[in-house]
């Protein structure tokens, strides 16, 4: 019977085999496993004998899900979401930026952790619903707390309409009677279909009577509250 195989000292890749283990047993095999030291980031981990010496195995767990996220960014760059990363580190941090004076210099930030490491943002982007080939002006990213910055706690995925509500929390109005009214309030005051009076704002109608008319302006049809 020829000696067993002593795997000590050796190196599989990034790593570097420490010493021999409990054994795997099973009714009819032995599993020889070893506890290795991962040279890339000095984790210990227990690796079976075969994954070793078959090149199976060739670096900590830890290690392989990294460079498997890496791989999956790596080529990215002219995705949708590569580009959405790009475009809020740009408004957020970058003063030269068109964007930066609405968001970054009133103080919205981009977090850390997203700002340093794009697989971050895309591993959050996927589980939190984004889809690189949905339609344009969809599934776009929304703070939650419009006054708040991008992080994973404020931000979602989320359709243009959403998106501009949302926003709309900002405009504000004064009513022909004097009352100061945010746009969505005095849609509801005047009980108008609110994407309608916040398309006509949009569109750049900036005097109260032409907001609020119960008629459309374009077609001149009477608007339902219901529709
Ligand atoms: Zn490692």
Redesign the pocket.
Same mark, same amino acid.
């Given at each position: 019977m020829p000696k067993p195989k002593d795997l000590t000292g050796k190196t599989f890749g %990034?790593l570097l085999v420490i010493e021999e283990v409990e054994p795997r047993c099973t009714e009819k095999h032995k599993y020889r496993r070893w506890k290795c030291k #991962?040279l890339? &980031? %000095? %984790?210990h981990v227990i690796i079976y004998g075969n994954n070793l010496s078959s090149g199976h195995t060739t670096? &900590?767990k830890? #290690?392989s899900e990294k460079q498997n996220l890496d791989r999956t960014t790596h080529g990215m760059r002219h995705t949708r979401l590569y580009k959405t990363w790009v475009s809020i580190k740009a408004r957020c941090l970058y003063p030269s930026a068109v964007s930066y004076e609405r968001y970054g210099a009133l103080g919205i930030t981009v977090c850390d952790e997203w700002a340093n490491d794009f697989s971050a943002f895309a591993k959050w982007a996927l589980a939190n619903g984004f889809i690189e080939d949905a339609k344009p002006h969809t599934c776009t990213i929304d703070r939650i707390d419009p006054s708040k910055g991008y992080s994973p706690d404020n931000c979602r995925f989320t359709n243009s309409y959403v998106q501009s509500n949302n926003r709309s929390c900002n405009i504000v109005i004064v009513d022909t009677d004097g009352e100061t009214l945010t746009l969505k309030q005095a849609a509801q005051k005047h009980d108008l279909d609110y994407p309608t009076v916040y398309s006509r704002w949009y569109r750049g109608t900036r005097d109260v009577r032409a907001l609020l008319s119960q008629y459309n302006t374009r077609t001149g049809e009477r608007i339902s509250p219901f529709r």
């Open positions: %990034n #991962c890339k &980031c %000095n %984790n670096q &900590c830890r #290690c």
